[in-house]
Nanobody, 116 residues
């Protein structure tokens, strides 16, 4: 079954850290660029970070210097390390497979809440 499954979300205080994971199955993970998106309540889904098959990364300006995207092709897993979290990072985070830069497969999402 072709799918992406996110995990690692939760409640964290401002300034804290979380690491999200995205487990891929049913396709050749190492041959795809991957990305993370997020959607806050009442807002559109926005791109957070991407990683190419070669490991080149890009980030939204709002998360640069705080978030790190990575992948482990041996484990068919992508990660998002989130540090110095802010309340405005609160959102549902989605893992996505990219094709020519566009998402063509989504995970179910994992909730991240940053609050004291």
């Amino acid at each position: 079954q072709v799918q992406l499954v996110e995990s690692g979300g939760g409640l964290v205080q401002p300034g804290g850290s979380l690491r999200l994971s995205c487990a891929a199955s049913g396709f050749s993970f190492r041959f795809y660029a991957m990305g993370w998106y997020r959607q806050a309540p009442g807002k559109q889904r926005d791109l957070v970070a991407t990683i190419t098959i070669g490991g080149t990364t890009t980030y939204a300006d709002s998360v640069k210097g705080r978030f790190t995207i990575s992948r482990d092709n041996a484990k068919n897993t992508m990660y998002l390390q989130m540090n110095s979290l802010k309340p405005e990072d609160t959102a549902v985070y989605y893992c996505t497979r990219l094709s020519i830069g566009n998402p063509n497969l989504w995970g179910q999402g994992t909730q991240v809440t940053v609050s004291s």
